[in-house]
């Protein structure tokens, strides 16, 4: 029996309880209703209605174009298909980053008008006073650290982050302000495995890896990437699940060739 099964719904308390256990966390993105619901109803622990809904649902080459507006949109559906995970809401680029009265006005806006349980922001120190703000209002953040795909023209590239020592130890000095600050937990994004160890192991709050490696306290995907359905990224870290865009491809060939045979619809299929 693992360390939540008998409770209803997951919160931020029974991640902090699976880290103390050794327990691996599970989260995955999803935008919307239908997909939100297959993903709680599959036992995800976290749900996350990620900016990337900006490249995968929009088709926008980056992040940066998503609105406050688009995000809470697709957090109201994620929200009503689900029953029992939590529900963390990326806030969008520019959406924070001004001071922050801003970053706690948009927080309150994704907590009221989506019913998600928790917000997710880029940046380390940087951040820090946005992050207790928020937090001192009671809303919960979850951090986000090494590759922070809002700052991709400042970076030039979507390589691996903290490499060289030094931006490894800034890093590890983010972590732990983040944490001091009130964070629940950290995704940690395209770092080296080894550094993502030491980050995890000098936390008491969990970790989330994406390309960090096995021993961070959970793993997140992009549900496009794991489900095949997004073909043209295939980064060394992305375990794919399913080959959907091939089986999506076929279904809907045939059914173009059904409806030309007039196969379809037979008798059976009308009224
Ligand atoms: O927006 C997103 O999907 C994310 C994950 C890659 C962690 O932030």
Redesign the pocket.
């Known amino acids: 029996m693992n360390i939540h099964s008998e409770l209803k719904k997951i919160t931020t308390h029974t991640l902090q309880k699976m880290k103390e256990a050794g327990e691996k966390i599970s989260?995955i993105?999803a935008y919307d209703f239908s997909f939100a619901k297959l993903f709680d109803q599959a036992g995800i622990e976290i749900i996350?209605v990620?900016?990337?809904?900006s490249n995968v649902m929009a088709g926008h080459e980056t992040?940066l174009p998503i609105t406050l507006e688009q995000m809470i949109y697709h957090a109201q559906s994620v929200v009503r298909g689900i029953e029992r995970c939590l529900v963390v809401v990326?806030l969008p680029f520019g959406s924070y980053q001004g001071n922050s009265k801003e970053a706690l006005n948009s927080a309150i806006r994704v907590m009221k008008e989506t019913g998600g349980h928790s917000v997710?922001l880029?940046g380390g120190e940087e951040v820090v006073e946005s992050v207790k703000r928020i937090v001192g209002t009671g809303i919960p953040v979850m951090g986000?650290l090494g590759l922070t795909?809002q700052s991709i023209y400042k970076f030039g590239t979507y390589t691996v982050r903290a490499r060289e020592e030094a931006e490894a130890a800034k890093l590890k000095r983010d972590a732990l302000l983040l944490q001091e600050a009130g964070c629940f937990a950290l995704?940690l994004?395209k770092i080296p495995a080894l550094l993502a160890k030491e980050v995890t192991e000098s936390l008491h709050i969990p970790t989330?890896g994406?390309g960090a490696g096995g021993n961070c306290d959970g793993q997140?995907?992009?549900m496009h990437d794991m489900l095949g359905i997004n073909t043209e990224f295939k980064p060394r870290f992305l375990r794919q699940y399913l080959n959907l865009s091939v089986q999506i491809n076929m279904a809907v060939k045939q059914y173009i060739t059904d409806i030309k045979s007039k196969d379809f619809p037979s008798e059976k299929e009308q009224y």
């Open positions: 989260m993105t996350l990620g900016d990337s809904a992040t990326d997710k880029e986000h795909p995704v994004e989330i994406i997140v995907l992009v």
